[in-house]
């Protein structure tokens, strides 16, 4: 188990003369933990997963964080199969029959709550008792806020990475950037992420309001990255045009619907749109979004990133950030794994700042970039792609 890892690891760093840290204080302290591939004296740890359901950045950030377990060796190299679509488990499944000598992804270990309230608080009281009881999961991945929230408790002690949500903070996930707040819950923050979009957004686009439609919640704010919104509205002096929309409990339908009659909203009365990451915006009413904005020449920038910026958005972020991020999370499970407190791990990683941009959305609305703003872009599409 990984308190004999940890106690052992404990044990020869007292003969050297090295004092473990001693509190929440030292979070980072732990980073010394080798990454290279280990097994729990000849048994392969055994993996977990839990998520709030299917998202297409879900599966996107498990395949980064796997393709950064083959690179650093814990996974045998191998062609990684991977379904189209949204789906999270076709890729779970190819794990568990992954050849690898280190890392066993338990088949009856992958949790998704499919967006419902009830079935989120079944799994919840499952994996806690699971996890509670001790023995049968080494580590777990909690994907998404709906997920790290559910297991960011103290109802178990087992060690959950938190990979892939908005703002870990203001979801009350963690306690800070520099402290999970419980000794087996590690969470990755980028601080800056969202200041970064904005402020490259406004750098771009120059506009004086802009739209915003998010479900005004404690989880919609966090997605949508609103307290990042307001602090750089604040600061540029632009105007934020709110419209709010059902949460990720809502049906499809509804949450489609909303989200289309917000946009229709906000293109009248906004000169720029941030496309949150929420249930409704998906490749079903992304054409029809980005049909309302252009009608009235906005400027659109995807918070998800480059695959929506390949369906029509104007701007995002590169999409290099998820091999970045993928492999910082997969360093932190190796060296949880070789016995690191996840709580010592350094949760910040800042992902690259390279902007991707869509030039026949750009041409339709007649927008021109900037020439000083012409370096940081990384990813230029020319063509409308179709809905993956």
């Not at 408790?153 to 800070?176: K, L």
């Not at 686009?205 to 509205?233: I, K, N, P």
Request: aromatic share 8%; with cysteine; net charge negative.
């Amino acid at each position: 188990m990984l308190t004999s890892v940890r106690f052992i690891a404990a044990l020869l760093l007292f003969a050297s003369g090295v004092m473990l840290p001693a509190g929440p204080a030292d979070a980072g302290a732990d980073d010394y933990f080798p990454v290279t591939p280990s097994t729990d004296g000849g048994r392969r740890w055994r993996i977990a997963y839990y998520q709030g359901g299917d998202y297409v950045d879900y599966k996107d950030s498990l395949l980064a964080v796997v393709k950064g377990l083959v690179k650093i060796g814990w996974i045998e190299t191998e062609p990684i199969r991977v379904a189209e679509g949204e789906a999270t488990e076709p890729l779970w499944r190819w794990l568990t029959a992954a050849s690898s000598k280190h890392l066993e992804f338990i088949g009856d270990g992958f949790y998704n709550a499919e967006w419902d309230d009830a079935r989120r608080s079944e799994i919840r009281t499952a994996l806690e008792r699971r996890l509670g009881a001790g023995g049968d999961i080494d580590l777990v991945i909690a994907m998404g806020t709906w997920a790290g929230k559910d297991l960011a408790t103290d109802a178990h002690s087992t060690p959950t990475i938190v990979v892939s949500t908005s703002d870990a903070v203001s979801a009350q996930i963690i306690n800070s950037v520099d402290d999970s707040g419980r000794d087996h819950v590690h969470a990755h923050v980028d601080p800056l992420r969202y200041v970064r979009q904005i402020r490259l957004f406004h750098d771009f686009a120059a506009f004086e309001r802009l739209g915003v439609a998010y479900e005004e919640t404690l989880e919609g704010r966090s997605y949508a990255a609103m307290e990042q919104v307001e602090q750089v509205a604040a600061e540029r002096g632009f105007e934020i045009v709110r419209c709010h929309t059902p949460g990720d409990a809502a049906r499809q339908t509804e949450a489609d619907t909303q989200v289309l009659a917000c946009v229709k909203y906000l293109a009248a009365k906004a000169d720029a749109l941030y496309v949150t990451i929420q249930k409704g915006v998906n490749p079903a009413t992304l054409p029809l979004l980005l049909e309302t904005a252009a009608a009235h020449n906005v400027r659109s920038f995807s918070q998800h990133g480059t695959d929506e910026v390949k369906l029509g958005v104007l701007l995002s972020m590169s999409s290099q950030s998820f091999t970045s991020v993928g492999l910082f999370q997969a360093e932190v499970i190796a060296k949880v794994l070789n016995g690191a407190t996840p709580r010592r791990l350094d949760q910040i990683h800042e992902e690259p700042s390279k902007v991707a941009l869509n030039m026949d959305t750009a041409r339709d609305i007649g927008f021109v970039p900037p020439v000083y703003a012409i370096a940081v872009i990384d990813e230029i599409f020319g063509v409308i792609a179709t809905p993956y």
